[in-house]
């Protein structure tokens, strides 16, 4: 039975000595040709703090990986377990209560919510979350250097700035697992080390595992492990 009872999910680490768990995951898309087998039987372990930068060619599978973790799209076979929660298990409300409390994801394009000031946007999955700390939203406008636009919108925002306000929304709730979809893939060195930087800082801080698909060896090099995948299965 499907589960949707959000008291299940515990912020953080959740008391778990692996933060995620991927067992035999397969994932297979259909076409007219038939079904293409995107993800082959993976499998590996993260541990709560732990960073891990996601390699490969384009159209490996890394986004769907990440998707699937989320909660956003169904497998097919397998096992994904977050902080100790069968993925695959949950209806819609409960993936969706998941990404509130215990996932958060950080795209390449940024996704923020264009009628809402930086300072809403930064504070908009903390409350989603019921977890808003005006303290903690503050700090993480001051670590991010967005005092200053607190009450601008995302369009009056460089690149940088607006992936900053993204890497900072991502933490407002202090999720256990942030997953990062080429999250600097936009910007430009300066600014990629810059907010990676940032995200690395915040990480320390809360505790959080950080799963990052990247296509940049110089970036995944600061991960404490890398995993490649390469027809769907991992190298």
């Not at 930086?118 to 504070?123: P, Y």
């Not at 977890?131 to 250097?145: G, H, I, S, Y």
Request: negative net charge.
């Amino acid at each position: 039975m499907a589960i949707s009872v959000l008291d299940t999910f515990t912020p953080c680490n959740c008391g778990k000595k692996t933060m995620l768990t991927v067992s035999n995951l397969i994932k297979n898309y259909s076409s007219p040709q038939g079904a293409i087998e995107v993800l082959k039987g993976l499998s590996f372990d993260m541990a709560p703090g732990e960073t891990i930068a996601l390699m490969g060619e384009s159209g490996c599978g890394k986004s769907t990986l990440l998707h699937v973790i989320a909660g956003l799209d169904v497998i097919n076979s397998g096992s994904i377990k977050v902080g100790g929660i069968e993925v695959s298990s949950l209806d819609d409300a409960g993936s969706a209560g998941l990404r509130r409390t215990t996932i958060s994801l950080v795209f390449q394009q940024f996704n923020l919510i264009t009628s809402l000031s930086v300072a809403e946007n930064l504070a908009f999955e903390a409350r989603l979350a019921g977890r808003f700390d005006p303290e903690w939203t503050k700090e993480l406008a001051e670590r991010l250097d967005l005092k200053q636009v607190l009450d601008r919108y995302p369009e009056q925002l460089s690149g940088g700035q607006q992936q900053r306000v993204a890497i900072g929304r991502s933490f407002a709730a202090k999720p256990g697992l942030v997953l990062a979809d080429e999250p600097t893939g936009n910007l430009d060195e300066t600014n990629s080390d810059i907010v990676l930087d940032i995200a690395f800082d915040l990480l320390a801080r809360t505790g959080a595992s950080l799963l990052m698909a990247t296509h940049s060896t110089r970036l995944a090099a600061r991960a404490d492990r890398i995993l490649r995948l390469s027809g769907g299965v991992l190298t």
